[in-house]
């Protein structure tokens, strides 16, 4: 069975650090691109990183450049975000996902040929 799961999320103060992980199995997650996303009551989820399955190439939206990293280790089939400088607006639930390559649409990373989500965690960071 195909399944994604991220853990790590949890209440931070502004100007904190959290670092998401998210756990895949049933295939291998080297072989895809990957991306996490956030989303907030009443709004769309949007594409914040992305890493490619071919060069190692990232996108980032602007709102997370320079804060946010992403990174996949290979051994432990597992993708993460190290987030900096957390920020109110950073309150989020947050989703790791992998498909076939990634692009960038409207300043936010896309996966193309999307193949799986994981479920979720939240992150709040109090204003």
């Known amino acids: 069975q195909l399944q994604l799961v991220e853990s790590g999320g949890g209440l931070v103060q502004p100007g904190g650090s959290l670092r998401l992980s998210c756990a895949a199995s049933?295939?291998?997650?080297?072989?895809?691109?990957i991306g996490w996303f956030r989303q907030t009551p009443g709004k769309e989820r949007e594409g914040i990183s992305c890493?490619?399955?071919?060069?190692?190439?990232?996108i980032y939206t602007d709102s997370v450049k320079g804060r946010f990293t992403i990174s996949r280790d290979s051994a432990n089939n597992t993708m993460y975000l190290q987030m900096n400088n957390l920020k109110p607006e950073d309150s989020a639930v947050y989703f790791c996902?992998?498909?076939?390559?990634?692009?960038?649409?409207?300043?936010?990373?896309?996966?193309?040929?999307?193949?799986?989500w994981g479920r979720g965690t939240l992150v709040t960071v109090p204003s």
């Open positions: 996902a992998a498909g076939g390559s990634i692009t960038t649409l409207q300043e936010m990373c896309v996966i193309k040929d999307l193949m799986i």
């Open positions: 049933g295939f291998t997650l080297s072989h895809y691109a």
């Open positions: 890493l490619s399955k071919t060069d190692d190439s990232t």
